[in-house]
């Protein structure tokens, strides 16, 4: 791209303006019928990146903490990754949060660990589950599964 930024305000199903962030010139934008050579390759595009989620299904560890509701929040997967690495007693330290709160987690046992915040030496329980799920979330599922196409009308108006 040349670093410009644009929005997109969609106004009908098949037809949206493009307005540059800077300069705010809007420009149509369309939604066209693909050709059949660009059909062609977007399914093969599609089954490539279909074969990719296969693999990527499946029995995953999750490691989670246990929220003051008594609720379980999971770690986010790079961290789940870490803890799963540690040896019993072992410990990681890390930033976590906008208020960039360091904590440190102690693994105790092949399915528990102990969370505990530096600086309030506040502990919060750990526990390793096995879930079936899709590693990707659903935003990124669908990019890499839906093809939209569109055109937009160029300054001279073609």
């Known amino acids: 791209g040349n670093g ?3 929005v997109i305000q969609k106004t009908s199903p098949t037809t949206a303006v493009q307005i540059n962030a800077s300069s705010k010139v809007k420009r149509e934008v369309k939604r066209i019928t693909a050709g059949a050579s660009d059909i062609k390759k977007m399914n ?3 089954e490539e990146k279909f074969q990719q989620l296969k693999e990527e299904v499946g ?11 008594g609720s379980w929040v999971s770690f986010d997967d790079d961290i789940s990754a870490d803890i799963d690495k540690l040896k ?3 410990s ?5 949060g906008n208020n960039k709160q360091k904590y440190k987690i102690t693994r105790l046992s092949a399915s528990t660990a102990v969370q505990m915040n530096m600086g309030t030496r506040a502990k ?3 526990k390793r589950v096995e879930e079936n799920k899709i590693k990707k979330d659903y935003q ?4 890499k599964l839906c093809y939209v196409v ?6 001279d108006g073609s």
């Open 150 to 155: 569109w055109e937009w009308k160029d300054n």
């Open 124 to 126: 919060r329980d750990v």
């Open 44 to 46: 093969t595009e599609y």
């Open 88 to 90: 019993i007693n072992d």
């Open 59 to 69: 029995y995953v560890n999750v490691w989670k903490w246990k929220e003051n509701d």
């Open 92 to 96: 990681i330290q890390y930033t976590f």
């Open 4 to 6: 410009q930024q644009y």
């Open 140 to 143: 990124q599922l669908k990019e």
